[in-house]
Nanobody
Framework: QVQLVESGGGLVQPGGSLRLSCTAS????????MSWYRQAPGKERELVAK???????NYADSVKGRFTISRDNAKNTVYLQMNSLKPEDTAVYYC??????????????WGQGTQLTVSS
């Protein structure tokens, strides 16, 4: 009943910038924390950034100072602004949201992923 759709990935040069977006739709009562994860080939999926419903944020050390997570509650959308991109940022980026649906239970939902490639 809930879908998360990411967009904004692509191929960029080192030092470049890109913004990812993720929009939730479906039977949504409310949305709690929203996060961005990434998974590079041969590596485990890792948390990149998280933003709570109160807009508190947390970042992985590897992206701190370069990435900014934000949300637009009216649009059910979370963004990830990525600056000063490095080749090691190359990965599939996944959106995650904790969603309250009918019945009052909170459930994690995942997007399908969007590819970011940083290369010359």
């Amino acid at each position: 009943q809930v879908q998360l759709v990411e967009s904004g990935g692509g191929l960029v040069q080192p030092g470049g910038s890109l913004r990812l977006s993720c929009t939730a739709s479906g039977s949504i009562f409310s949305i709690g924390a929203m996060s961005w994860y990434r998974q590079a080939p041969g590596k485990e999926r890792e948390l990149v950034a998280k933003i709570t419903s109160g807009s508190s944020t947390n970042y992985a050390d590897s992206v701190k100072g370069r990435f900014t997570i934000s949300r637009d509650n009216a649009k059910n959308t979370v963004y990830l602004q990525m600056n000063s991109l490095k080749p090691e940022d190359t990965a599939v980026y996944y959106c995650n949201a904790v969603v309250r649906t009918s019945g009052g239970a909170w459930t994690d939902f995942w997007g399908q992923g969007t590819q970011l490639t940083v290369s010359s």
